[in-house]
């Protein structure tokens, strides 16, 4: 039998319900595995303690209604530092929450304590969930299990580290730009980012709330797809969660129409990261599949766009930390010094950055010029890919351009922000997307894996969990 912290939430379920496992034994092989492992990957920011009641609670539902518990019931999962757990920290990642206590369930930690999961640990992140390396927590960088000379991506870095080193069954991520697919991709995992509104954002702290939503990293899509199923639904603490079918609803077929944009990787994309895509694609072709040339002519605008409306709205969300009514505090002469100082101290040097930014592009003066514009561009990229659409059930480039990187490579923000390239889309229109593993390519004698990204039409997450399922039948 596989050992139990290495099963995905599929086989764990599965062992529970034919007694071959107790919650108790799964929890325990997976607190030992993370305590023996997570010193050297510092991938956990807070490892927590048994919760008796929750594991025999779990037991006992598992025993009572067998098949029909929640595939859920009994699972640890780890969760990213910028969701709220009631009565435990949350600091996402920044010395500004650092001793920040939530006093309230998130939406998505209601629904899957509802459903028995239990929770092993917070995750750490890039600081407020900006960057791509999970070098900017204020807590240390998280190293990627595969290769620890390298990044485990980001920001749900430590989401991504914990799963792929088999010290979670799985783990919630949260995406603004690709924050779920691009770390999910570099550690060799599944990484869906739902349709904008599909989850709730209530108690996730907030990065750019118009592109934010929390998702799942797991070791196979049928257990993105057995989170994704427990998280979702609209919610009266979420306005701008969505009713089921909003979106007119997609066949999901058993032959695709895979729409490919090759305009977009003619530069950029490393050699051997574009022969696999090639051979992937290759492969779901020879089982059935066709592919369409598709054009994304605004694209190439995309990640400007982001960069624009991103920071604006990172720039108004952390205003609330002030140090006064929460957050860390430095005191000054003035008030205005105690404003400065808490947030100069609190605030790491990408996070400062970013506020600066968002600061100008909203400033009057420079509003037409920068997020008016960002924001139309938006709206001329939905409309390209709901166009695309029309021919191709779904959209698909490599999730990265590169395996993963080394620590302190991408030193220029530029070159960091470059890692986005083709994920952050899917946040600006607000469409699903899912990263699976394609196979892997060799840095430095080691096998790193890389990812295949798909994008589907709102609401069409069914027809990214069958192209998903289709890459991992030929793969
Ligand atoms: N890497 C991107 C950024 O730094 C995406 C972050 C995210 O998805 N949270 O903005």
């Known amino acids: 039998m596989t050992r139990p912290n290495e099963m995905t939430i599929e086989e764990a379920a599965h062992a529970l319900r034919a007694r071959e496992l107790t919650v108790r034994a799964l929890w325990d092989a997976c607190a030992t595995a993370a305590a023996e492992k997570n010193p050297g990957l510092n991938a956990y920011i807070e490892l927590f303690p048994a919760d008796d009641a929750a594991i025999d609670a779990a037991q006992k539902r598992v025993d009572a209604e067998g098949e029909k518990a929640p595939p859920l019931c009994g699972i640890p999962l780890a969760i990213k530092d910028n969701i709220l757990i009631e009565g435990k920290i949350a600091s ?16 998505v930690i209601k ?3 509802e459903a028995g999961a239990l929770f092993i640990g917070r995750t750490n992140m890039d600081e407020f969930a900006m960057g791509s390396s999970t070098e900017h927590s204020a807590f240390g960088k998280t190293l990627n299990p595969i290769d620890t000379i390298r990044v485990p991506g980001g920001s749900s870095g430590g989401s991504a580290a914990v799963v792929a080193a088999h010290i979670a069954i799985a783990a919630l991520g ?3 730009g690709g924050s779920i697919r691009q770390p999910a991709a570099l550690t060799g995992l599944v990484g869906l980012k739902p349709t904008y509104g599909a989850v709730s954002r209530s108690g996730l702290i907030a990065m750019g709330s118009s592109l934010d939503q929390i998702g799942p990293l797991t070791k196979s899509v049928s257990d993105a797809k057995i989170l994704y199923e427990a998280i979702r639904g609209q919610d009266a603490l979420d306005s701008t969660t969505i009713p089921d079918g909003l979106y007119e609803k997609r066949e999901v077929s058993a032959k695709f129409h ?3 944009p090759r305009h977009l990787f003619r530069e950029g994309v490393e050699a051997d990261v574009l022969e696999t895509f090639e051979a992937t694609l290759k492969k779901l072709t020879d089982a059935g599949h066709t592919l369409v040339d598709i054009e994304l002519p605004t694209s190439s605008h995309a990640l400007a766009a982001y960069y624009v409306i991103m920071p604006a709205e990172v720039s108004t969300n952390l205003a609330r930390l002030d140090g006064i009514r929460y957050g860390h505090h430095a005191n000054g002469k003035t008030l205005l010094d105690d404003y400065v100082n808490s947030r100069t101290e609190g605030f790491g040097e990408e996070t400062r950055r970013r506020i600066l930014l968002g600061t100008f592009v909203l400033s009057s003066g420079y509003i037409d010029a920068y997020y008016r514009k960002a924001d139309a561009a938006r709206a001329v990229l939905r409309r390209e890919y709901m166009e695309a659409f029309k021919k191709a059930d779904i959209i698909a480039f490599p999730t990265t351009l590169s395996p993963a990187f080394k620590f302190g490579e991408k030193g220029d923000p530029l070159s960091m ?10 946040n600006l229109t607000g469409m699903p997307a899912i990263s699976v593993p394609m196979g892997t390519v060799v840095r430095d004698g080691k096998h790193l894996p890389i990812g295949i990204h798909f994008t589907a039409p709102h609401q069409a997450e069914e027809v990214l969990f069958a192209a998903g399922s289709a890459v991992e039948k030929v793969r």
Not at 92 to 107: F, G, I, P, R, V
Not at 417 to 426: G, N, S
């Open 92 to 107: 996402s990642a920044s010395k500004m929450l650092e001793n920040y206590c939530a006093t309230y369930d998130a939406t």
């Open 111 to 113: 629904k899957l304590k």
């Open 174 to 176: 949260s995406d603004t």
């Open 258 to 260: 895979i729409g490919v």
């Open 417 to 426: 922000y470059l890692e986005d390239i083709f994920t952050v889309t899917a």
